[in-house]
């Protein structure tokens, strides 16, 4: 397994626990990071889909040769979030806090790009 695909997979674990914690005990990380409790299923449609990215992730890392676009991809996207993340906290919809949350995207994303082979032309 190259160090991408590595970034990738250990990426994709992060989400898939990040996902499960979201679908099944969802305040309790809520309340971790001091944001409000929630009864409301959304969170847990959240963490669905946050599992299921975690899917793609292990699932790219295991094909590496024939997934190095998309890892280029997922670069770009985990670099944004933290930027999402930003602008929704400046604008009052979220409590600071969900900015750690866009560190650690863009701190794997960057893990992923540093591996990454050089581009072909």
């Not at 397994?1 to 809520?30: E, Q």
């Amino acid at each position: 397994m190259s160090k991408a695909a590595l970034s990738m997979f250990v990426f994709g674990i992060y989400v898939i626990l990040l996902g499960i914690i979201l679908m099944v005990v969802p305040n309790t990380l809520l309340a971790i990071f001091d944001l409000p409790a929630t009864t409301e299923v959304w969170i847990r449609v959240v963490g669905m889909l946050v599992f299921l990215m975690g899917y793609y992730y292990i699932q790219a890392s295991r094909n590496e040769r024939k997934m190095i676009s998309f890892y280029r991809c997922t670069v770009h996207a985990r670099s944004s979030v933290i930027i999402f993340f930003i602008i929704f906290s400046a604008l009052g919809f979220v409590k600071p806090i969900l900015i750690l949350f866009g560190v650690v995207d863009l701190l794997a994303a960057a893990w992923t790009w540093k591996t990454l082979p050089p581009q072909s032309s």
